[in-house]
């Protein structure tokens, strides 16, 4: 892992792409309804595909978007603007088993962002279904203690286990089992972009709790050594109150821990146990910045629904000055 403000946003490679931001054009009809898929001008650059995870254990720093808007469109033009990864948030949003499953194959046929979960609770279906459909990382919200979390990680890998079992039988059999509905629920593929849904094996499968208790602060050393922890999620509006992070003194060791720093103690306890940490911001860049100096590497720097707001406002500002 490299040493805390160092930005690094690809693992060193001497591979590139020709076209690196590039969206391929074509135009598809489904339903009767066009989808038009055209190139995007962004100034953001797609790296090469790599796994959250490999990137995450190369020390670099992976942004993401999170997606609160329930919808399969939004999904796939936020997944295609350069994000590492995409974050469906069901833990905020009203949503549903059948759109979560769309959401994840529109971000999957990027081929160049994880499509990650949060699930709304510790159910065991909310976390198989969200498998099932491809799902490349689940982050649950309140974890609390050191046997949560091993129970949560022994839910998720029978999830992946099972939905791989589901993934191979037929669509007659589950159709004929579940009905229909349940089919397309969990096999997104059928009913929005390409045949390209529940590709994760179980290895790819990021488990990854969420620090946004004060007892998951005060047992973060128990949570975050659990084997199969591959990543933790940490939500300073929970924990402090605030999105803006306090600075964290880096000659405070591990056992030098204050009740009142918990995003520090947490970032310490990530790197004591070499598991990568994730954080929202949306603070702009110095917001960005911060978080990246204190070492978190998954860093959410936008969400849908501020995205758009912010957008169109910005659209009509500027044909108000036009005039």
């Not at 007659?172 to 929005?192: A, C, F, I, K, V």
Request: hydrophobic share 35%; aromatic share 4%; net charge neutral.
């Amino acid at each position: 892992m490299p040493a805390a403000g160092v930005l690094r946003t690809s693992p060193p490679s001497s591979n590139s792409t020709s076209n690196p931001g590039a969206r391929y054009s074509e135009t598809r009809t489904q339903g009767g309804l066009n989808e038009l898929q055209t190139p995007l001008t962004s100034t953001a650059t797609i790296s090469p595909v790599h796994s959250l995870r490999s990137k995450l254990q190369s020390g670099c720093t992976a942004f993401g978007i999170v997606l609160n808007i329930p919808s399969p469109v939004t999904a796939r033009l936020a997944s295609r603007l350069g994000y590492d990864w995409a974050c469906i948030d069901l833990e905020h949003s009203a949503n549903s088993a059948s759109i979560m499953a769309e959401m994840i194959s529109a971000i999957s046929n990027s081929g160049t962002c994880a499509p990650l979960v949060r699930v709304p609770t510790h159910s065991s279906e909310w976390i198989r279904w969200a498998v099932d459909a491809g799902a490349q990382g689940i982050i649950i919200p309140g974890v609390k203690s050191r046997e949560q979390m091993q129970h949560l990680v022994s839910v998720c890998n029978d999830a992946s286990s099972s939905g791989q079992k589901h993934r191979n039988s037929s669509p007659e059999s589950h159709m004929q089992q579940h009905g229909r509905h349940y089919y397309h629920n969990t096999h997104p593929q059928s009913h929005y972009g390409e045949l390209t849904a529940s590709t994760s094996s179980q290895a790819d499968v990021m488990i990854i709790p969420q620090i946004d208790r004060p007892e998951a602060v005060d047992n973060i050393e128990d949570i975050l050594s659990v084997p199969g922890v591959d990543a933790a999620f940490v939500r300073p509006q929970a924990l402090t109150g605030s999105s803006v992070l306090a600075p964290v003194l880096p000659h405070r060791s591990l056992g030098v821990q204050s009740s009142s720093d918990p995003v520090g103690r947490t970032l310490r306890t990530g790197r004591h146990y070499s598991v990568p940490l994730g954080i929202d911001t949306m603070e702009g860049s110095s917001g960005v910045r911060a978080c990246v100096q204190q070492g978190f590497q998954m860093v959410a720097v936008a969400n849908d629904i501020d995205a758009l707001a912010s957008a169109a406002a910005d659209q009509l500002r500027l044909a108000r000055m036009s005039l």
